[in-house]
């Protein structure tokens, strides 16, 4: 299965256990592997014919700004599900990473694979 990447969005977002943690933005690091079939749009050479990479780095992004969640785990699954919306994706990865987020650690996070 071919693959459509987003790699290393940077976003910003509420998210934590703690209510300080949730009082301001933190950066939020987003990868995302788009398991499709890239076989029409590559002899088509239509957009119509892929999904939109621009289009759904937007959906996450608009996500993330919106969302309150505790846990990085429960956002990969909303980015997760907002991905599987569209038709042509079979599955999905998603990694959410959470920089500076503990002492010694450049980041720390979560990654999921999900399918139809």
Same mark, same amino acid.
Request: one cysteine or more; proline letters at 3%.
């Given at each position: 299965?071919?693959?459509?990447?987003?790699?290393?969005?940077?976003?910003?977002?509420?998210?934590?256990?703690?209510?300080?943690?949730?009082?301001?933005?933190?950066?939020?690091? *987003?990868? #995302?592997?788009?398991? /499709? &079939?890239?076989?029409?749009?590559?002899?088509?050479?239509?957009?119509?014919?892929? #999904?939109?990479?621009?289009?759904?780095? !937007?959906? *996450?992004?608009?996500? $993330?700004?919106?969302?309150?969640? !505790?846990? $990085?785990?429960?956002?990969?699954?909303?980015?997760?599900?907002?991905?599987?919306?569209?038709?042509? $994706? &079979?599955? $999905?990865?998603?990694? /959410?990473?959470?920089?500076?987020?503990?002492?010694?650690?450049?980041? #720390?996070?979560?990654?999921?694979?999900?399918?139809?």
């Amino acid at each position: 299965m071919d693959q459509i990447l987003i790699c290393d969005l940077l976003a910003r977002g509420h998210i934590g256990i703690t209510d300080t943690e949730r009082e301001h933005p933190q950066d939020i690091l *987003i990868n #995302v592997s788009l398991f /499709v &079939d890239l076989h029409p749009a590559a002899i088509s050479d239509h957009i119509e014919d892929t #999904v939109s990479y621009s289009s759904v780095s !937007k959906e *996450i992004l608009s996500l $993330v700004d919106q969302s309150r969640k !505790k846990t $990085v785990e429960a956002m990969a699954e909303d980015i997760a599900k907002l991905c599987l919306k569209h038709k042509l $994706v &079979d599955k $999905v990865m998603v990694r /959410v990473e959470k920089p500076g987020a503990i002492r010694f650690a450049r980041s #720390v996070g979560v990654e999921i694979f999900r399918s139809r």
